[in-house]
């Protein structure tokens, strides 16, 4: 009898995080749908877009698809007048290692010029990238370019911080049940910093959009 109450009360405190995190992936999605696009045409024009990071290459050397995928978005919605100024932000946490140079220098690959472009060195993940955009480059208003299970995430942090902002999709959603188990993580992340009123790590002093200064 002691065993099988043993076994009971160790499913609930296995379900009941499960349950939670599934229930807030659901909201997420929901909360979201209206405001994520496939079309461009359907986007309103906006003078910026919030490219979010990644880098060029996965771990194991290979070309990185959702990489391509943001820059050929991003590139498309400057050169169809959607967007007048690019936001790359990314993480450059490391030596060797820099998503905003990387996007900048595929972009003007494509012909973008650099003047359309500037950078946030400080997007450690997708909350700092969301919430620096409106605090460090003062923007109320843009388009989110990422993958669509990303754009789920970062456009609920816009709407949460009283930002106006919708997302383009960059192709579909990450792939594969590792990837899904990761988002939801992400988002029972989200919700943490929420409660705790997280802020981005490094703020600094603000920046404007086509003036920025680079090392």
Do not use: C
Request: glycine share 10%.
């Amino acid at each position: 009898m002691i065993r099988l109450r043993f076994i009971r009360w160790g499913t609930v405190l296995l379900l009941v995080p499960v349950l939670t995190a599934l229930a807030v992936d659901w909201h997420v999605r929901r909360a979201v749908t209206a405001g994520l696009h496939d079309d461009p045409s359907d986007l309103p024009p906006h003078s910026v877009a919030l490219v979010l990071g990644t880098g060029p290459t996965n771990r194991d050397g290979r070309p990185n698809w959702y990489f391509r995928q943001r820059i050929e978005a991003a590139e498309m919605l400057l050169r169809t007048g959607r967007v007048e100024h690019l936001l790359l932000s990314g993480d450059n946490g490391h030596r060797g290692y820099n998503e905003p140079l990387a996007m900048r220098a595929a972009l003007m690959d494509r012909g973008v010029d650099s003047t359309r472009i500037t950078l946030d060195f400080a997007g450690f993940d997708t909350f700092d990238s969301v919430v620096r955009a409106r605090k460090v480059f003062g923007q109320e208003r843009f388009i989110i370019v990422s993958q669509r299970s990303h754009n789920e995430r970062a456009l609920y942090i816009a709407h949460h911080q009283g930002i106006d902002a919708v997302a383009f999709n960059a192709g579909a959603s990450y792939g594969g049940s590792a990837g899904r188990i990761r988002e939801i993580a992400a988002r029972m992340k989200m919700v943490g910093e929420f409660l705790l009123g997280t802020q981005p790590r490094y703020l600094g002093e603000p920046v404007t959009l086509g003036k920025q200064q680079l090392p």
